[in-house]
């Protein structure tokens, strides 16, 4: 019997039902966010009572708490119930992201090139590039969970190694690797749009990409395959000896049909095609992809396509969905085409749900002034500590990921934390961008043994098909060394990369003005 079937230790069990108990007595996140609403209608009216006010620190204004138990409060929650959840700057942007998704995914698109990227893996590579598989499928949502993951394990058993070794590489890299990818996915524009909202509360005017940790991204996907590659053969695999469970006849790895693979050519083909349009319009000076301007062509970080590549990302899922759809066989009209589109939204009803909470909540944060005002204390309090830079974000880091454990939405968390970690970081002279890096590292690398997170029951059930008594004590346990690992590979390297300058994306500064 291999060690993971093996029960949980008496310790690690204690801690895991504490921790799931604590997340379960968690409301929704949805009723959560309804409560926090009801809240800060109430702390404004009391902290308003008590007539706090803090001094800007940067326009030296007077900044008062404004109630909203008031005549005036009350008409301006009612008349603005509706367009904070329209103006809602995430909502717009993930939805158009999706719906060009939708249509990549549902074609077949994203199932077949995974598979073709893990099946035609050579077996010494088959561990890294399976992690790799699981970074990449993020840019699609949850596929990486419902695919690839129990894809892994078939492969792995393919190959005569143990298949929980399959679906733990996987794993990890579908969740742990949350926040690293080699292309921009739904979860961007969303964070961005978030930390953007909490930017205004101090700067009316800042604006946060979605592409604003792409380079920190790029980087974070090589950083996370080798981990994942090095904790899989070096910890993880030591534990499972050779696979000798039963399995049904009928799990068989499905190789790609003649028709899938002239679906990945066509795909080719206009991804070829998009790349040199995309390459025509922002390498010469008066492409046009880059605004021109009075004064000349502005820097490509500054262009259109950048500021708009939410648009090109549903262009991109889209053309390269259909383009697969009319090889393979999948796609035979527009119904097909739209029908992609409306699965996609279907399963959104949850989150409209939320955001509508959520785009309440942010606003009255935003007009009662509680935002700014515990932003510019909170700044205070950290200035008066003197801690550094670098061990305040790491501080920050692990926070995200103590509190992920009990609390498993990424967006739901970030809406939460963004209105006051975010402004009081800028206060300090961190920008918004490094301060959601930080968020996404922390975040990230809890997933994979959070009890809260969406999937786990389905990964539990996936790591029963080959260890019969699995339960909650067996994932975690074999997905704890990933969690160590990240963390503190991914921690260290943020304080290089913070110490030697470089950006975290395109046009994201490496410090605010600090006002004396």
């Not at 695919?147 to 078939?154: D, E, I, M, R, S």
């Not at 119904?335 to 009255?364: C, E, H, K, P, W």
């Amino acid at each position: 019997m291999s060690a993971a079937a093996a029960p949980p230790k008496k310790l690690v069990d204690r801690f895991l039902n504490r921790v799931e108990r604590i997340g379960n007595a968690l409301p929704d996140p949805t009723t959560l966010f309804a409560i926090m609403t009801l809240l800060v209608i109430l702390m404004s009216a009391v902290v308003a009572w008590f007539d706090v006010a803090v001094a800007h620190p940067k326009t030296g204004a007077e900044v008062r708490a404004v109630s909203l138990l008031t005549i005036e409060g009350l008409h301006r929650m009612m008349t603005g119930l509706v367009t904070n959840f329209t103006g809602f700057a995430p909502l717009g942007t993930v939805l158009v992201a999706l719906i060009g998704i939708g249509v990549a995914e549902v074609s077949g698109f994203i199932g077949a090139l995974m598979r073709l990227l893990v099946l035609n893996a050579p077996r010494r590579l088959l561990t890294p590039i399976v992690v790799f598989a699981g970074v990449m499928s993020n840019a699609a949502s949850e596929v990486g969970y419902v695919l690839l993951v129990p894809l892994a394990g078939l492969i792995f058993l393919a190959a005569g190694r143990h298949p929980v070794l399959g679906l733990a590489a996987a794993f990890a890299g579908v969740s742990g690797g949350y926040s690293a990818n080699l292309v921009l996915g739904t979860i961007d524009p969303l964070l961005s749009g978030l930390t953007q909202e909490a930017a205004r509360i101090v700067d009316p005017g800042y604006s946060v990409s979605p592409m604003a940790n792409y380079y920190f991204m790029v980087v974070s996907t090589f950083l996370v395959t080798g981990l994942g590659w090095w904790v899989t053969e070096k910890i993880v695999a030591p534990r499972f000896g050779k696979f000798e469970g039963a399995v049904d006849d009928q799990e068989q790895i499905q190789a790609l049909t003649a028709a899938e693979r002239r679906g990945l050519v066509y795909a080719l083909i206009v991804g070829a095609i998009l790349t040199a349009l995309v390459l025509w319009g922002l390498l010469p000076a008066d492409g046009f992809l880059r605004k021109i301007g009075a004064s000349g062509s502005e820097s490509v970080l500054h262009s259109p396509f950048l500021t708009g590549i939410v648009a090109f990302i549903f262009a991109a899922g889209v053309a390269l969905g259909v383009a697969y759809g009319v090889g393979a066989g999948t796609i035979r009209n527009d119904r097909d085409v739209i029908r992609g589109m409306n699965q996609q939204m279907s399963t959104l009803g949850g989150y409209m749900v939320l955001v509508f909470f959520a785009a309440q909540f942010v606003a009255f944060f935003n007009w009662t002034n509680l935002g700014l005002i515990l932003a510019i204390e909170g700044a205070g309090f950290l200035s008066a500590l003197g801690m550094p830079q670098v061990p305040l974000l790491l501080a920050f880091i692990v926070l995200c990921a103590a509190i992920n454990l009990v609390m498993g939405s990424a967006s739901a968390k970030w809406a939460l934390m963004a209105p006051v970690f975010v402004p009081m970081f800028m206060l300090l002279g961190y920008p918004p961008e490094i301060t959601q890096n930080a968020y996404r590292i922390g975040d990230s690398v809890t997933n994979i043994i959070s009890p809260m997170m969406s999937y786990f029951a389905l990964i539990i059930a996936f790591f029963q098909r080959y260890v019969p008594n699995a339960g909650i004590g067996t994932l975690v346990s074999t997905m704890v060394p990933y969690s160590i690992v990240f963390l503190i590979g991914w921690s260290i390297m943020f304080v290089i990369w913070i110490m030697l300058g470089i950006p975290v994306g395109p046009g994201s500064p490496l410090s605010l003005p600090v006002a004396p």
